[in-house]
């Protein structure tokens, strides 16, 4: 199983903004700016839905997730893919609440996205694009 | 039919890398950093395809993107969505071949992708996240 380690890690957590995309399970693409996302464990990714609408609806008919990471001052990008469970409880939600009224006490969390990580794939513009980890 | 006008004009003309969404025919979604991105027409974006590997083969089969722009600066967000068409020859192949060489005179685009505008959606963090213009 691929981890969220080195240089992954590294650019993962330099990103402010992650475009995470779903597809309905007719096979139409969906990508919105997430803010509140950040590795959880070594195979795992944490989302917070604040807001989500289509997304949560892809996800509830189509588990599958990509998330979009770049560093372009160092030329590393990263795409990570995984799947998606919907939590609305439990230490995992708690945390997301906990995180995001941190910092907008005003914002109340839907739910929280546990993404185990099922592919890393090179994603810097060049030959080596698309090549997996 | 959505216009790239105005505000949204605006947020994607800001932008440097674009998050490039598509999804296999099976409804795997992926979704890659793309420079070269930019508004061809009022109804139209040209994508110039230089290394694109997966991002193409699902394009191929099913022929639905879904790019995402922002500016959290002026909290301004939106996602547009369109179909594609891969074009390999004729004035968009040569007009997108020019525009890498400028800069990249090594690089050479293998195709150019059209991608008439469907729908575009604000995508900022709050209610209205997900509301078709």
New interface residues.
Partial sequence: MPKLTGAVKDVFEKT??Y?????????????????FVKIYDEETILLVD?????SLKNMQE?P?????V?D?KTNQ?Y?I?GQATIVTSGKPFEEAVAWVKTGMPDVNPKSAILMKVTHI?N?Q???D??KEL
């Fill in positions: 402010a903004i475009p995470v995309a779903t597809a309905s399970k007719d096979g139409v693409p969906n990508v919105v700016p997430i803010h604040n807001f989500m609408n289509k189509n599958q997730l990509a998330i979009s770049w372009m990008a795409q893919k794939y994603s513009p060049g030959p694009l698309g």
